[in-house]
Each structure stands twice: as C-alpha cells, then as structure tokens.
C-alpha cells in the first residue's frame, strides 16, 4: 500500500469515519460521566457499567419489542422503555453500591474492583439464562432507512437513530452537567466528592448522596444502552467493550474532568472508525494500542493539571 | 459525678457534656471530659496541642464517635446522633483550618452552609451574610480556594451562621493568620456574643481566647484541668506558665496534675 493510496483511503472515508465515530465515541463519553459521577464522590466506580448498558438495552429489546407488537405506538414503546430503565438502572445502581462497594471500600481496600467485576460476570450469565445468547434486533422509532449526504465524490450515511444518539447523549451530558454545577443537590454532591467531613458539617447526609451518585451513574449506562439497542443488536456480551473503551475514556479525559471525558470520547470514537477504514478486523486491537501509548506517555490522563486540593 | 457546673445562675446549660470518653482506635483522645455553656455565652476551652480540644468539638458535633458519656444540647441527647442531623438542631461547627469547598464560589459556600433551609431562605440569609461581611460580597463569584486565608476563616464562619445556630463551634479561628487578622476575628467574636450568639471557642492562642471569652476551660490530657471565670484563668500562675507565655511548657501543669473530674478549685 503506497502513500497515494492511503491519502485517497482517508479523502474518502474520512468524513464518514467521523460522522460514526463522534455517534459512537458520544456513546463512551456518556457511560463515562456515570465513572465521574461515583469517582468524584466516592473514589470508586462500577466496573459493571457496560454490563449495565447491556441490561438496559435488554429490557429495553423486551419492553420495545413486546409493546410494539401488542400494537402500541413505537414512540409510546419507547417511553415505556426509557421509564423502565431509569427505574430499574436506578435501582441496580443503588445495589451495587450496597453490595458490593460500600462494604469494601476501607481506605487502601481494592476489593471493590474485584467485586464490581463480579457483578459484571453475574449479570452477563443471567441475561443468557433470562434472554439467551441470540443477538437480537430492537427496533428503531425512526425506522432503518439511512439519510444519505452527497458531498461531492464522497457520501456519508448515516441512520436517523444514530443522529438521535448523538443528539440525545449530548442532551443527556449537558443536563448531567447543568445538575451538577447549578442545582443545590449537584452543589451538594460537588461539596461531598471536595469534602465530605465538611460537607456532612453542612448537614449534608454523605451516605444518601454516594447512593444517588452511584443511581445516576447507573441511569446514564441505562440511557446509553437504550439509544445503542437498536444499531448494535442486544445481546448478553454487548456491554463488555464499551464498558471498558467507557473506562478508558475516563482514564484518559480524566475522571474528575466531565469535558475531558467528553472530548476524549468523542476522539476515542473518531480514531477506532478511521483505523476501521483500513483493517475493521484491526479496529478495537490499534485503539487499545493507542490509549496505552497515550497512557504511557501521561499516566494521569490528557488534561491532568494535578492542581486539585483533596482534603 | 459531681461535675455539674453551677454557674452562672443553676438554669440549664445550653450545652452539656457529660463524662465524654473518645478513642481512635486504640487511644484514648477523652478521658471523661465534662464541660457546659450556657445561653449566651463564649466559653473557650484552651490548652497545648493534642490535649483533646478539637477532638472535643468533633465528638459534640457528631463529626467522630463518642465511646461513653454523653452529650446534652438545647434538651435533647444528641450522643450518638449523625452529624448532618445535629446541624438541623441548630448547632454549627467551624472546623479546624476552615475547610471551605475551594472550588466552589464563595456565594456556593455560603448557599450550601443554607442547605438545610429552603431554597429561597438559603438565598436571602447568604445576601444577609454578605452584608455582614462586605470583602465576602467583592469575592462572591471568586472560588473560595482562592481567598487569602483570612477571607476564608470569614467565609467558613460566615458559612456556619447561615442556619442562624443556637451554638456555634469554632475550632481554631486564628490558626494561620496573621496578627492584625487574628485580632479581626477576636473582634468578630466579641460583635457575634453582642447579637446573642452562644459560642464554644477552641483556640490554641490562649491570650486571645481569654480575652473574648467569658469563661474558660483547660483541657490536659483529655481532661477539664481547670475552669473557671476567664479573667481568673488568666491570672492563674499555672496557666500563665503554661500558657501565657510563662515559663515554659504544658509539663508545669502536668507536675501538679490531679485524678480525673477535679478542675474546680477556682470556684
């Protein structure tokens, strides 16, 4: 493959490369705000987040699938999903927290990393049992014909459920943010992952605002696992990579740093759709690659200004 | 016990510790402190460095554990109750070294410090602090961590009024400061006890406590060593070797010490 080539490779999937990558990398960013959320007042996170993802798109495949063929409008259908998901993700977070972080997290303990993943190989093994191991199709509000730019000699396509993603984790990452600076509770919870002795002085109940971080955490997976349903096929594996490529991300773009995370994300999506235009078999190997050169070359992420007083 | 302190007129102290006992882990930080504060009084509780004072603060506040005694505020038995619980009785704290949240605005502190109220009563009490102190209204879009520290001490004590406390805690004001500024929050102090605030004062610099208190508690080792009307401290000849720039260390008090639950011979 000479130089010539590879240049006409990029001119002509480059665009297209970035279109998905910024739908998919949004996907990331979003499952890794729910990282910042936990990390930032706890220290801790759930290594079960992509696996989180999976059970909502699941309920989502089961809800969507189950009311639209009873007749209900998909939109309708759709709703009903997102209402299911919120309250049954809110309601794992607040477990996972109970179960398996709150009794391990001593000061120098990891037995929480252990555990998180635990309940990430539990949950991929129930939801064979409960939906078996069939990838399954979940359908799309806005159905699967792609829009299709003409930009001179090169075309992009891209289906409407995916510019809903984008559109809707973008919303969901701009609300999150707005709640977390401007809101009393977000301020609250800015005061605890600062402070929490002092924000306990303030009468801040430490204990329920950990519970609620790790419930929105949870919701924000849920919400990313709903949006990805319908172009990834819902399946009991689904949830591992973007689990991890989500951790990364946080790594990366920092985990106290919610725009970090989401430029990272946003990159991290960009960079795996351009390596796919030379070798889609190679795509998740070259991505790794690359966050480990990044790793090695600043171990406390892109953004790191190591300026943060930790009381 | 024999502990209840009479003054000053036998009503019912505001604040009353009873035998307190704290441990971390396997030390005994309180050996059976009792200390009161009445209705409108600054009480100070003074004495060398590790002798138990902020740790008495913490424990009354609900910020550590109690192992024993107990803890009496306004009539009801705050022992044992969490401390985000305590401050909606009307009990606020200021901790050692300020501890304000350095990346949020100093309006935020002050909002949160209000958390416990309603929204829009949380609202007009940090426009009613600012006004109390106007170098915190020219900072209130400034991130607290950017203050001087004495802005801070203002601002964390500013943040503890919010809830307008029957009792105020503080731990340490002058720590850090320079003198023209730890006179500013002995003032501060003084214009707080004027406006009918109760105020239980630990400070390390004893001529400053003494100063703006009305009565004065020395903890040693875990224990109430002496107490007594604050100008009557002051004069004392063992807390001025101790204390006041004497002779020398906290030892000259330590060779004259007492069995637990003594304290009382100035009264």
């Known amino acids: 493959m000479d130089l010539a080539s590879i240049a006409e490779m990029l001119a002509q999937g480059l665009p297209q490369a970035i279109v998905s990558g910024l739908v998919y990398g949004s996907i990331y960013a979003l499952v890794a705000q729910g990282y910042y959320v936990t990390f930032s007042t706890t220290d801790t996170l759930n290594f079960a987040q992509g696996d989180f993802l999976m059970i909502a798109a699941m309920l989502s495949f089961t809800v969507l699938g189950g009311l639209a063929l009873?007749?209900?409008?998909?939109?309708?259908?759709?709703?009903?999903?997102?209402?299911?998901?919120?309250?049954?993700?809110?309601?794992?977070?607040?477990?996972?927290?109970?179960?398996?972080?709150?009794?391990?997290?001593?000061?120098?303990?990891?037995?929480?990393?252990?555990?998180?993943?635990?309940?990430?190989?539990?949950?991929?093994?129930?939801?064979?049992?409960?939906?078996?191991?069939?990838?399954?199709?979940?359908?799309?509000?806005?159905?699967?014909?792609?829009?299709?730019?003409?930009?001179?000699?090169?075309?992009?396509?891209?289906?409407?459920?995916?510019?809903?993603?984008?559109?809707?984790?973008?919303?969901?990452?701009?609300?999150?943010?707005?709640?977390?600076?401007?809101?009393?509770?977000?301020?609250?919870?800015?005061?605890?992952?600062?402070?929490?002795?002092?924000?306990?002085?303030?009468?801040?109940?430490?204990?329920?605002?950990?519970?609620?971080?790790?419930?929105?955490?949870?919701?924000?997976?849920?919400?990313?696992?709903?949006?990805?349903?319908?172009?990834?096929?819902?399946?009991?594996?689904?949830?591992?990579?973007?689990?991890?490529?989500?951790?990364?991300?946080?790594?990366?773009?920092?985990?106290?740093?919610?725009?970090?995370?989401?430029?990272?994300?946003?990159?991290?999506?960009?960079?795996?759709?351009?390596?796919?235009?030379?070798?889609?078999?190679?795509?998740?190997?070259?991505?790794?690659?690359?966050?480990?050169?990044?790793?090695?070359?600043?171990?406390?992420?892109?953004?790191?200004?190591?300026?943060?007083e930790k009381v | 016990m024999s502990a209840v302190d009479e003054y000053p007129t036998g009503k019912v102290p505001l604040l009353s510790v009873r035998n307190l006992v704290v441990e971390y882990g396997y030390v005994r930080a309180l050996h059976g402190l009792s200390i009161d504060v009445h209705q409108g009084e600054v009480v100070c509780l003074i004495g060398s460095n590790g002798a138990g004072k902020s740790t008495t603060l913490r424990a009354i506040s609900g910020m550590i554990p109690s192992a024993a005694g107990s803890v009496t505020f306004n009539g009801d038995d705050i022992t044992g109750v969490p401390g985000h619980d305590i401050v909606k009785m009307g009990l606020a704290h200021v901790p050692e070294g300020r501890q304000v949240f350095g990346d949020q605005s100093v309006h935020d502190n002050l909002i949160l410090g209000g958390i416990t109220l309603s929204r829009d009563e949380g609202r007009a009490r940090a426009e009613h602090e600012l006004d109390r102190f106007p170098i915190l209204r020219q900072r209130q879009h400034q991130r607290a961590g950017t203050l001087s520290g004495g802005e801070q001490q203002m601002l964390a004590i500013s943040r503890g009024l919010m809830i307008r406390p029957r009792l105020l805690l503080l731990d340490e004001p002058s720590m850090g400061l320079a003198p023209r500024l730890v006179h500013q929050v002995g003032e501060i102090i003084i214009q707080l006890q004027k406006q009918g605030m109760t105020i239980l004062l630990v400070e390390q610099m004893a001529t400053l406590a003494l100063a703006v208190s009305d009565r004065a508690y020395v903890i040693q080792n875990g224990e109430v060593r002496l107490s007594g009307r604050s100008e009557e401290i002051e004069n004392n000849p063992e807390v001025v070797s101790a204390y006041l720039g004497g002779s020398s260390t906290s030892d000259t008090v330590q060779q004259h010490q007492k069995p637990a639950q003594s304290g009382k011979e100035l009264q």
């Open chain 1, 70 to 308: 009873s007749g209900v409008s998909l939109w309708l259908a759709l709703l009903a999903a997102i209402a299911v998901v919120v309250v049954v993700l809110a309601l794992m977070g607040i477990a996972v927290e109970r179960i398996a972080i709150r009794p391990l997290r001593g000061i120098f303990s990891f037995g929480w990393i252990l555990s998180t993943v635990g309940v990430a190989v539990i949950l991929r093994q129930m939801a064979e049992i409960i939906w078996g191991r069939e990838h399954m199709r979940v359908p799309s509000v806005f159905g699967d014909v792609p829009i299709r730019l003409n930009l001179g000699t090169v075309q992009i396509g891209i289906l409407p459920q995916e510019v809903f993603i984008l559109a809707a984790s973008l919303g969901a990452m701009i609300a999150v943010l707005f709640f977390l600076k401007k809101s009393r509770l977000g301020k609250a919870m800015a005061a605890v992952a600062f402070n929490a002795p002092a924000a306990a002085l303030m009468g801040i109940n430490v204990r329920h605002i950990v519970v609620l971080s790790y419930a929105l955490s949870s919701v924000l997976a849920g919400l990313a696992g709903v949006l990805v349903a319908p172009v990834l096929f819902a399946h009991a594996h689904m949830g591992t990579l973007p689990g991890l490529k989500a951790f990364a991300v946080g790594i990366i773009g920092g985990l106290g740093n919610p725009v970090g995370i989401l430029v990272v994300g946003l990159a991290l999506g960009i960079v795996e759709f351009v390596v796919a235009i030379f070798n889609a078999s190679l795509r998740d190997a070259v991505t790794f690659l690359i966050l480990i050169a990044i790793l090695a070359w600043r171990p406390m992420g892109l953004f790191d200004k190591s300026g943060r």
